[in-house]
């Protein structure tokens, strides 16, 4: 008699199914055993076996899904697997603002503001805190100046070379940002490179590689592929980022230090005239999930519109990219192209940030010399929302009129809670109907849906003028370049009347 059946079904792994073929597999073996009491000590053997096997399934099923990019639950599994397809997810961004630096009375000399400052937030309980990026001087005769400050703080780390090949150093301050380290030794200073594939014995490269931590491990060369570094090693690097350095106007108002005129003490006051930005929190798993698969599309340079697309959004920062060229636009010329990025969080992007992602299609994936492309900010169409709404009996109308506005803010939202791209707004060259066919337009029905199935909400007015988008009830048109975004929303209390 065979003790095992003859195909095997490898779904049956949780307890109760363990413990019914094991306890078929002992009938069959010793049919003299009857007793299943769950207080036999037989049968409390069979069951911590199924409680094993039940483990040791949920293992399997977790490495399997670990495996692959699409089904990984865990942010260390997807780093290894982008190291198979050469993607290096991006860290945090810091955010930058312009102080202005001001002192009350004209000062009888140079006042100096010494780089790595501090600036933060005050009056909140967990303040946001920034360093002046260059020192500036508030000249004799004047009483303000302007600098930049980014939402960062620089740390310094020393290390002795052990003058072994391939040394490795855990740099011990945390959250990591990408492109910060400085490395010197006693020959001098090092370059950071992605490998080591094209270094020689001679040149002083470094690589980085950051963990699921946001925790940076240094690694130099074998003396054969990167030189092996000597002496004292001096890595320099900033931590901090994050989209929690996007403060708004005024918000920056505290300094930390003492100041003075060169004899006497001063008092030197800080604020920003415009919000902080550039701030981005790391790729999150679901994008890595997306823009993973998307890189093995572009291998060497850009060549389609969709490879300048791709490109720009692994820029950390970008979070929408649009590439349009003579075929898509005839009032571009030929030979060119508009590369059009929408910044994490919305707004304009920096100049710095133009700046990234146009070197990135014109030098770390370069496009054909003959092809002119340009990054520009997209142009943005408000859509403001007027409805009239009338509530279920009971509702709190304030706090459903609250709802309102906070789901109309997740519709015209740039990404999902998950950090993925909320599909329901693109750029107009990008908006389809139901069949995937272009039509440029944000359509009235979602939006007016989206009020209409708020919690609280009874209904929306059917007249003509009881829900409109930008004073028309219609869809709204887009051009292909423009993005739209949430402007107003008026809502009208539709049993009294009162705007909400």
């Known amino acids: 008699m065979a003790l095992l059946p003859i195909s095997t079904d490898y779904t049956n792994k949780d307890f109760d199914s363990l413990r019914i073929r094991l306890f078929a597999l002992v009938r069959a073996t010793f049919p003299e055993w009857t007793d299943q009491n769950v207080a036999d000590f037989g049968n409390i053997l ?120 391939n040394q490795e150093f855990t740099l011990g301050t945390t959250p990591f940002l990408d492109s910060s380290c400085v490395i010197t030794d006693d020959g001098g200073a090092f370059t950071e490179v992605s490998n080591f594939l094209s270094s020689a014995s001679d040149d002083a490269h470094f690589t980085v590689v950051v963990d699921q931590n946001d925790r940076a491990r240094v690694r130099f060369g074998n003396g054969t592929s990167g030189s092996i570094p000597i002496g004292t090693i001096t890595i320099a690097y900033k931590v901090g980022g994050g989209a929690a350095g996007n403060v708004s106007i005024g918000s920056i108002n505290t300094i930390t230090g003492t100041f003075t005129d060169g004899t006497n003490p001063v008092t030197v006051t800080v604020a920003n005239a415009a919000a902080a930005s550039g701030g981005a929190d790391r790729q999150t798993i679901e994008q890595i999930k997306l823009l993973a698969p998307a890189s093995n599309r572009v291998l060497t340079r850009c060549v389609t519109i969709d490879d300048f697309e791709i490109v720009a959004l692994n820029v950390s ?68 929302v007027e409805a009239t709404v009338y509530f279920r009996q009971g509702t709190a109308v304030a706090t459903a009129a609250a709802a309102i506005r906070s789901a109309l803010t997740d519709f015209f939202a740039l990404t999902n809670s998950d950090g993925t791209v909320n599909e329901q707004v693109d750029f107009g060259a990008k908006m389809t109907d139901v069949n995937g066919e272009p039509n440029n337009t944000i359509a009235w029905s979602d939006v007016h849906n989206v009020v209409r199935d708020t919690s609280g909400v009874r209904k929306v007015s059917a007249t003509s003028t009881g829900f409109v988008l930008n004073g028309e009830h219609a869809d709204v048109v887009l051009a292909s370049q423009q993005f739209p975004v949430l402007g107003t929303v008026t809502l009208i209390n539709g049993d009294t009347g009162a705007t909400l």
Do not use: W
Not at 347 to 356: E, F, H, M, Y
């Open 46 to 165: 069979v069951e911590l076996f199924c409680h094993v096997g039940d483990v040791l399934g949920y293992y399997i099923d977790a490495s399997a899904l670990e495996s692959r990019i699409v089904t990984a639950t865990q942010r260390k599994s997807l780093l290894g697997l982008c190291k198979l397809v050469g993607y290096v997810p991006s860290g945090a961004n810091a955010a930058t603002a312009e102080l202005l630096f001001q002192i009350p009375t004209v000062a009888s000399g140079d006042v100096v503001i010494a780089a790595e400052t501090v600036c933060s937030t005050g009056g909140t309980a967990d303040p946001v805190n920034f360093q002046v990026l260059d020192s500036v001087t508030i000249p004799m005769g004047s009483i303000s100046a302007v600098g930049t400050v980014e939402h960062s703080t620089n740390v310094t780390e020393t290390f002795t070379s052990t003058g072994l090949a």
């Open 317 to 384: 920062g970008v979070a929408r990219a649009l590439m349009l060229t003579s075929n898509e636009d005839s009032a571009i010329e030929e030979n060119c192209g508009i590369l059009f990025i929408v910044p994490t969080g919305g707004g304009t992007p920096s100049d710095l940030l133009k700046t990234q992602v146009l070197t990135a299609v014109t030098v770390t994936y370069p496009c054909t010399l003959t092809f002119q492309p340009s990054v520009q900010t997209p142009l943005y169409l408000t859509v403001n």
